[in-house]
């Protein structure tokens, strides 16, 4: 049987962008709409989403869930490695001291980064262990909503 390998893939992305905006985050494709969101004032937490396998077992769950909490981010955005390209590498620039990752997330300040959950923070570990990460970086920056 011969599968398309290519309509496959566009199933598969289609898919992990869907589950990601549906959670509430906003989708920047391109690298205005990344100067954009990332210069905002207020907290952002930027999840940098994959289509491996621990992005799909582990971090859009942790990021669907991890934003149900008494402190959280004014602003949820994504990019997605692989897919969008320069709005990936521009999001990037602004995680300075952090070398590339994906997924990860990061939390920005008034459009400082503050923290990252990197992709060795994910892979391996349970959903819930990753929402707790999450929580924690949002009790130290974020307000109460």
Known sequence: MYMDFNIYMNDVVTQARDEITKAGYQELTTTEDV???LTQKGT???MINS???CAGGIARPAASHAIHYDKRPDHLVTVFAGQDREATN???EY???YPPSSPSFALLKDGKIQSMVERHDIEGFEPMEVIGKLQRQFEEYCEEV
């Open 35 to 37: 100067d954009q969101a």
């Open 44 to 46: 952002t937490l930027v």
């Open 51 to 53: 289509v491996c396998g």
């Open 90 to 92: 521009r999001a990037r």
């Open 95 to 97: 995680f300075e001291g």
